[in-house]
């Protein structure tokens, strides 16, 4: 059974990366080459996301409130208002967030193929992100 963090760094992580690069090259008409290196990332990861082929099991833009930390994180970084220190907090706040608020508990049922009705470690760990304004 994958813990929760590697549930977050596997699956959660991936997926706020695709949708802010997804809003970086629409919303912003970004290059890739420009948004992996306001990322941090190659090329090549920046193709995957918008391809679909990298960070496609959550789908974060399927929660508003997600979606709109996310918004504003591209917003930070399509001014170049954001270092890499917090370019990487600020994608753990959100991951912990979703975590927290139990978005990912039907995926993790999915991928697990068990049942996990009593499991409420992500919920009871990582409640105190269910706030996350300051991103």
Same mark, same amino acid.
């Given at each position: 059974?994958?813990?929760?963090? @590697?549930?977050?760094?596997?699956? $959660?992580?991936?997926?706020?990366?695709?949708?802010?690069? +997804?809003?970086?090259?629409?919303?912003?008409?970004?290059?890739?080459?420009?948004?992996?290196?306001?990322?941090? /990332?190659?090329?090549?990861?920046?193709?995957?996301?918008?391809?679909?082929?990298?960070?496609?099991?959550?789908? $974060?833009?399927?929660?508003?409130?997600?979606? @709109?930390?996310? +918004?504003?994180?591209?917003?930070? !970084?399509?001014?170049? @208002?954001?270092?890499?220190?917090?370019?990487? @907090?600020? !994608?753990?706040? /959100?991951?912990?967030? $979703?975590?927290?608020?139990?978005?990912?508990?039907?995926?993790?049922?999915?991928?697990?193929?068990?049942?996990?009705?009593?499991?409420?470690?992500?919920?009871?760990?990582?409640?105190?992100?269910?706030?996350?304004?300051?991103?």
């Amino acid at each position: 059974m994958p813990g929760v963090l @590697e549930l977050g760094y596997r699956y $959660v992580v991936p997926s706020v990366k695709r949708r802010l690069v +997804e809003i970086l090259y629409k919303k912003y008409g970004l290059s890739q080459r420009t948004i992996a290196k306001k990322l941090f /990332i190659s090329q090549s990861t920046v193709s995957r996301y918008l391809l679909r082929e990298r960070g496609f099991l959550v789908n $974060v833009e399927d929660y508003r409130d997600v979606d @709109e930390l996310i +918004e504003s994180l591209a917003k930070k !970084i399509s001014r170049d @208002e954001i270092d890499k220190y917090s370019l990487s @907090e600020d !994608i753990l706040k /959100i991951t912990f967030y $979703v975590l927290g608020k139990g978005y990912m508990c039907k995926h993790h049922r999915m991928i697990e193929k068990t049942d996990l009705s009593k499991c409420r470690i992500c919920l009871r760990l990582f409640k105190n992100y269910s706030l996350a304004s300051d991103t």
